[in-house]
Each structure stands twice: as C-alpha cells, then as structure tokens.
Antibody
Framework: EVQLVESGGGLVQPGGSLRLSCAASGFTFSGYWMNWVRQAPGKGLEWVANIKQDGSEKYYVDSVKGRFTISRDNAKNSLYLQMNSLRAEDTAVYYC??????????????WGQGTLVTVSS | DIQMTQSPSTLSASVGDRVTITCRASQSISSWLAWYQQKPGKAPTLLIYKASSLQSGVPSRFSGSGSGTEFTLTISSLQPDDFATYYCQQYTNLWTFGQGTKVEIK
C-alpha cells in the first residue's frame, strides 16, 4: 500500500524557516517524480514544486522561487521542502504527492494527509 | 503562466442528477488535464487524467472530455458520495489548478 506521511509543519514567524519531510513507503520511491502541493485555509489547491527521480530537475511555482527548495533522499525514501523567508501567504496545508514515472502520464496519483504550516507573529 | 478557470464555482444538485463542470485554460494544453475530487479535511483523489482517461478504481459514472482550452467533467448520475469539491489541473507548463467547483446538495 502506497503511504506518504508528512511532518515538520507548525507555527513560524514571518521571515522564519521550516523544513517539511515526507516519508514514503509501499512503492519504489526512486522511480517516481515527487511533488509538494499546498492549500491555504478555505482555499483551492496550489502546486508548489516537483523533483525528478534523481533530483536532477526541479521546478517551482513563481511565488516560492528563491525561497523554497525541494530535495529528496532516495536511500531514505524521503522528500523534503526547505522553506525560507516565510510569509503569511505561505500559511497552508502542505501535501506530499506522488508524481509520474515518465512525464506526461499520470500527474499525481497518491497524496499524503498533509501538514499544516502557519506563518504568524 | 497558464490560468485555469472552472465554472460554476458552486453547483446545487440532487441525487441522480447529471452534473457537468467546465474548465477553461488560458492557452492550449492539448489533453494534459486532470480532475480531482476533494472532501472536507481530506486529501484530493485523482478521477481523470489526460482529459478523458478514468483512473483505476474510479466509478464509471465519472467521465471527462475536451482538448485544447475547454474541458468538462461529467457525473452521469450523482450519488451521495459525490458531494465534494472538484478541481481541474493542467500539467503541460508547470502545473496549475482551477479554483474548484463545490457540488452541494440541493
């Protein structure tokens, strides 16, 4: 069974940093692109970033470029999101989501349950 | 950036109704479109990918159509479990979601 378990969320002050983690199990983690998607309270979904199987390609939504860094450790079956210079508008539930094996197939087929990040003073 | 616009934002319907949700892209995305269902407090689940391909395990009452800039998600006979929010997503140039369509009980 595919499982994605996020951790690392919490309350942080504006300008602060936080590192999210996602522990993957039940599939060959190194074989898939991985994604972070967020959802502000009461709002819609926003794709944040994704990373290729070997970490050689990374893409970001414009609003987080230069502030967030996606990374992975295939030996630990783990995905990460380092978030710096956090703003109030980054407040959201952050989901880890399994992507495709080959681009332009199924974009996201499994999601974690999410971890809440609150940016407030 | 490619913008995705869904309509309507909210839809009131009854069990057994045929429901259609529209998603429009700001530029052509060929067939690189997915549909997700989300229930309150839960993660989304994939319904449709590549505009019209049904994800494994999804009931056949769900169907998708369209290409280019206009797409539809149709639920042929609405069931009690289908009251939820639905999102479209383009995956041709980075990724963007529509703003969502909430299907509520009439």
């Amino acid at each position: 069974e595919v499982q994605l378990v996020e951790s690392g969320g919490g309350l942080v002050q504006p300008g602060g940093s936080l590192r999210l983690s996602c522990a993957a199990s039940g599939f060959t983690f190194s074989g898939y692109w991985m994604n972070w998607v967020r959802q502000a309270p009461g709002k819609g979904l926003e794709w944040v970033a994704n990373i290729k199987q070997d970490g050689s390609e990374k893409y970001y939504v414009d609003s987080v470029k230069g502030r967030f860094t996606i990374s992975r450790d295939n030996a630990k079956n783990s995905l990460y999101l380092q978030m710096n210079s956090l703003r109030a508008e980054d407040t959201a539930v952050y989901y880890c989501a399994r992507g495709w094996v080959v681009p332009a197939t199924i974009p996201i087929d499994y999601w974690g349950q999410g971890t809440l990040v609150t940016v407030s003073s | 950036d490619i913008q995705m616009t869904q309509s309507p934002s909210t839809l009131s319907a009854s069990v057994g109704d045929r429901v259609t949700i529209t998603c429009r892209a700001s530029q052509s995305i060929s067939s690189w479109l997915a549909w997700y269902q989300q229930k309150p407090g839960k993660a989304p689940t994939l319904l449709i990918y590549k505009a019209s391909s049904l994800q494994s395990g999804v009931p056949s009452r769900f169907s998708g159509s369209g290409s280019g800039t206009e797409f539809t998600l149709t639920i042929s006979s609405l069931q009690p479990d289908d009251f939820a929010t639905y999102y479209c997503q383009q995956y041709t140039n980075l990724w963007t979601f529509g703003q969502g369509t909430k299907v509520e009980i009439k």
